[in-house]
């Protein structure tokens, strides 16, 4: 089925969320390269070598982002809301519409200035919450009430 996007302003949190291990591979980095011009053992290490590791880590972060963002989406049919996710392994959740008893709207601070949250589909069955991140909180509200008709409506009004 053709799943909903999450928009633009998921993917740049997932694309600065990715970048977080950049920043931790750049302190190594700079540790070695400090490294090469003081310490005769690093004398075989090229200069460029380590700030090519570092962009090359970047990249790869950037394309599993891009990646993270492509499958990142949400769908609703007569019985079923469906729930992707994933980078590199796609996950793909389907819960009955009937079986869901509540909804949980959490939001993190940097998601809250985004205008994005994490709607939490709850139910008695499997692993008890279906989980669809990064959703815009207007299109999150939306998506609940179109779900379940009738369980928020005094917090819509």
């Not at 053709?2 to 591979?25: K, M, Y």
């Not at 190594?28 to 011009?37: E, G, I, K, S």
């Not at 909180?137 to 939306?142: P, R």
Request: charge should be positive; charged fraction near 20%.
């Amino acid at each position: 089925m053709p799943l909903t996007g999450h928009g633009p302003r998921a993917r740049r949190r997932i694309h600065l969320r990715s970048q977080w291990g950049t920043l931790f591979v750049a302190v190594p980095v700079a540790v070695m390269t400090y490294a090469l011009d003081r310490f005769w053992w690093f004398d075989r290490i090229p200069d460029w070598l380590p700030v090519a590791v570092l962009v090359a880590f970047a990249l790869l972060n950037a394309l599993l982002a891009e990646s993270a963002w492509r499958n990142l989406g949400h769908g609703l049919t007569e019985r079923h809301l469906v729930v992707q996710t994933g980078a590199v392994i796609r996950t793909r959740e389907a819960l009955e519409r009937a079986g869901i008893i509540g909804w949980t709207f959490h939001q993190t601070f940097f998601q809250r200035r985004r205008g994005l949250a994490d709607l939490h589909a709850t139910t008695a069955a499997g692993g008890e919450v279906v989980v669809a991140p990064d959703i815009p909180v207007d299109l999150a509200a939306d998506l609940a009430n179109r779900a379940t008709p009738g369980m928020l409506e005094d917090l819509l009004a």
